[in-house]
């Protein structure tokens, strides 16, 4: 036994917190310890991090290629299963062009392993349909940010900024449960005399922290953020030096906001306007302010405009790009920053470039030794991916994600993904998803392997290899390199994970995400590296806009939004408005976390959240069964009754697949803008079912 920890990092959220690893002479390989100097958690870990070495036991994972034969998955060499997969992209391209092969990615993969997939699919698969998971995450937050400051990064800050603040709105965010070890910022803001508000349908455990909770109603937050600007400007409490100095368009929005009359507002969202005026002076009268929004008002058909909403917010009072205010938005996934810079969106090439523009195309195709003109153009987004399998794309590689379980309409999406001629999926373990396939293969993970991961401020940090994985796992760089070689690339798809990182510093340079001058070398001395960071001498950027907006006239631009109505709202047969989310034990489509015995015990199974007075009207008591049945289908959980939530709303967690999965009734509606799906907002009915409990 050897006690000397390795330094890394968490296996799952934006956070990435730092952990140490010790190897252990057990099955399972490593245990977690405490790494306190890192600074972002300080030793602090939730529960899924404490836990996460579980899902390295040789009995939770995959160790071995699967294949399909008879209906049946069943082991096979990794000769075998990569011989099919590179034969079935070869007949679908012969007999149905190259873009009806398709690739879906995910924001928890390593920034190497993004990079390659995008690599892979514009220069071996030749395909436009390529997208990943971070579509259903941070993109309306992207889009708003990139529309306002010319440049998405989710906090333009360090975390440890957030407690110079002098308040803090936080939009839709549940961090008491989605990321505990940054909940200390907040108390920190509060210590120093800071205030915070919270705005979310339900008293979570974080809006238990604030000074002031505002309770919307589900998918009203830009009608909120609206007549909060409003208040602003009718109060004289806008910054006229600084929108005269470093904005452009407040005369529209100005106008936009002064038609959502704060009365209107009241009854659009129900929160009372006193609580509303309260807002406003809290935030006004603090000397700086941010507003930090998550999934909640960006999971919306509108999450783009409320984005804005919000940012006009900031913009109107001068709290944006200066010392200790501004915008922000909380990246979710453990990769979810550098996911979204590096290529495996639709419409993106490495470096935050946009693959419709000629010069980017010319540079990164110089980078990959091949012909800008042969690169595809953009594809689309994720949801219409996968709404489009079977009919335009009938062979899917997947590596990163459990659409079965997370997808909007899931039924519908698991519908699709059967209809292919083929999927492959590589996973760590047999997700969902995975066992649809006709190929799945093991890949090595987390502590097995070495790569690097984009928090949620922006900073690259290097998550090391702990443990060797178990004989019969190849990592996914392997897999790419492998594949390729198959399809006729045996250049180009490095297995080293630093060569791979030291080819995106050359794609990245020069573009919005800059990584050229970040190395492991410098990541591991200087504890991560803040992009952009175009060159070895360059101290890297923990603040973004102090001088100036990434915008061609560095000015940040405000955009005139307007209220509309969810998707779907409420009507006599579905009078009820259902929203989504997650618990602080279960990540995601807990592929991995419902395979920790320590996380099912503390979350063991599906529920539905409702207030006592709708569970009344019902006649459900607490803990008994109730159907959910919206226009795309039927769910049945218990029941939980809390008065921590609006009682015109329901919340169901999305960790569970079948019959308790809160997707079969999240409505694809898309942003017209991010293309985001409206995961936070659709209308059912509950049931009593017959014999209760
Ligand atoms: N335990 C745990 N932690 C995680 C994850 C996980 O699965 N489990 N996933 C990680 C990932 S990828 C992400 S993206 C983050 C997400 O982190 P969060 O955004 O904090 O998580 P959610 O629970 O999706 O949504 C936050 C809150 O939005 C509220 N909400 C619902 N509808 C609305 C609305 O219309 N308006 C407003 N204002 N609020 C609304 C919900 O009640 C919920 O409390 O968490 C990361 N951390
Ligand atoms: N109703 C509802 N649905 C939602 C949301 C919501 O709030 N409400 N949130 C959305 C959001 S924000 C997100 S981010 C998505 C997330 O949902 P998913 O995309 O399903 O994310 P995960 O469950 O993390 O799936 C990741 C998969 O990749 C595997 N994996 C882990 N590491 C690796 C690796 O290194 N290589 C490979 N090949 N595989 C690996 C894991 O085992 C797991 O099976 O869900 C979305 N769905
Ligand atoms: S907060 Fe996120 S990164 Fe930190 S230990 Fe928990 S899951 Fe891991
Ligand atoms: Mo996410």
Redo the contacts with the bound molecule.
């Keep these: 036994m050897n006690d000397a920890a390795t330094d890394t ?2 296996p ?2 934006a ?3 730092g952990m140490g690893l010790r190897r252990t002479d057990g099955p399972v390989p490593v245990a977690v310890v405490e790494r306190p100097g890192f600074p972002v ?1 300080r030793g602090a ?2 529960g ?3 836990n ?1 070495a579980a899902v390295l036991a040789p009995g939770a994972r995959l160790t071995t290629p699967l294949v399909r034969t008879g209906g049946e998955l069943r082991p096979a060499s990794w000769d075998e299963a990569l011989d099919r997969i590179a034969g079935a992209v070869t007949a679908t391209a012969a007999a149905h062009g190259r873009d009806a092969v398709g690739v879906f990615g995910g924001g928890g993969l390593t920034n190497e392993k993004a990079y390659l997939l995008g690599k892979f699919a514009r220069v071996v698969l030749g395909t436009s349909a390529i997208d990943y998971n971070g579509r259903f995450c941070m993109s309306s937050a992207a889009a708003g940010g990139i529309r306002a400051f010319g440049l998405d990064r989710g906090l333009p800050f360090p975390v440890e900024d957030i407690p110079r603040a002098g308040c803090v709105i936080l939009v839709g965010g549940n961090p008491a449960e989605t ?4 909940v200390r910022y907040l108390r920190e803001l509060q210590e120093n005399g800071g205030k915070l508000v919270v705005v979310d349908p339900r008293r979570t455990r974080t809006a238990e922290l604030a000074d002031l909770h505002l309770a919307p109603r589900p998918g009203t937050d830009l009608a909120l953020a609206l007549g909060m600007l409003h208040l602003v400007v009718a109060e004289g409490r806008t910054d006229e030096a600084f929108i005269a100095g470093r904005t452009t368009g407040w005369a529209e929005t100005r106008a936009a906001a002064m038609a959502h009359w704060p009365e209107h507002v009241e009854s659009v969202t129900g929160v009372p306007l006193p609580h509303l005026r309260e807002a406003v002076r809290l935030f006004c009268e603090a000397g700086t302010g941010m507003v930090l929004t998550a999934r909640g008002p960006e999971q919306q058909a509108k999450g783009t405009d409320t984005v804005s909403a919000w940012i006009n917010l900031c913009l109107a009072t001068g709290n944006a790009g200066r010392l200790h205010a501004g915008y922000g938005c909380l990246t979710g996934q ?1 990769n979810g920053q550098g996911g979204r810079e590096h290529g495996q969106k639709a419409d993106q090439l490495p470096g935050y470039r946009k693959l419709d523009d000629p010069a980017a195309r010319a540079h990164v195709a110089a980078v990959w030794g091949v012909d800008p003109d042969a690169l595809p153009a953009p594809g689309r987004s994720a949801y219409e991916l996968l709404d489009s399998l079977g009919t335009d794309v009938r062979t899917l590689l997947l590596a990163g994600s459990n659409p079965v379980v997370s997808a909007p309409r899931s039924a519908h999406v698991t519908e699709r993904l059967r209809s292919l001629d083929f999927l492959a999926v590589s996973d760590v373990v047999l997700s969902e998803t995975a066992a649809l396939a006709d190929v799945v293969l093991p890949v090595t993970q987390w502590a097995e392997e070495t790569g690097t991961m984009t928090n949620l401020e922006g900073r690259v940090i290097l998550r090391r290899k702990a443990a060797e994985a178990p004989a019969g796992v190849r990592s996914d760089l392997e897999v790419l390199h492998a594949l390729a070689g198959r399809l006729g690339h045996g250049e180009g798809f490095p297995t080293e994970p630093e060569k791979a990182f030291d080819e995106l510093r050359r794609a990245s340079a020069g573009g919005a995400a800059d990584y050229a001058g970040i190395s492991y070398e410098r990541i591991e001395a200087e504890e991560g590296v803040f992009w952009p960071c175009p060159s070895a001498d360059h101290p890297g950027t923990p603040r973004l806009f102090l001088d100036r907006f990434a915008t061609p006239d560095g000015r940040a631009r405000f955009t005139a939004v307007h209220h509309r109505p969810a998707g779907e709202e409420p009507d006599e047969e579905y009078p009820v408005r259902l929203t989504t989310g997650r618990v602080l034990a279960q ?1 995601q489509s807990g592929a991995q976390t419902r395979r920790v015995a320590e996380l099912n015990a503390a979350a063991p199974g599906a529920f539905v959240e409702l207030h006592p007075r709708l569970a009344e009207r019902l006649g459900v008591r607490d803990g008994e069964q109730v159907a959910v049945v919206s226009r795309r289908g039927r769910t049945v959980t218990p029941a939980r009754l809390t008065t921590a939530i609006r009682p015109d709303t329901v919340f169901m967690p999305f960790h569970w697949p079948g019959a308790a999965n809160a997707n079969v009734h999240t409505n694809p509606a898309l942003d017209p803008v991010s293309r985001m799906p409206e995961f936070k907002a659709c209308a059912v009915r509950l049931e009593r079912c017959e014999g209760g409990g």
Aim: charged share 5%; proline share 10%.
């Design positions: 990092h968490c799952y959220c956070l990435q917190c958690n870990l939730c899924k991090g404490a996460a990321m505990p070890p940054f453990g990540y």
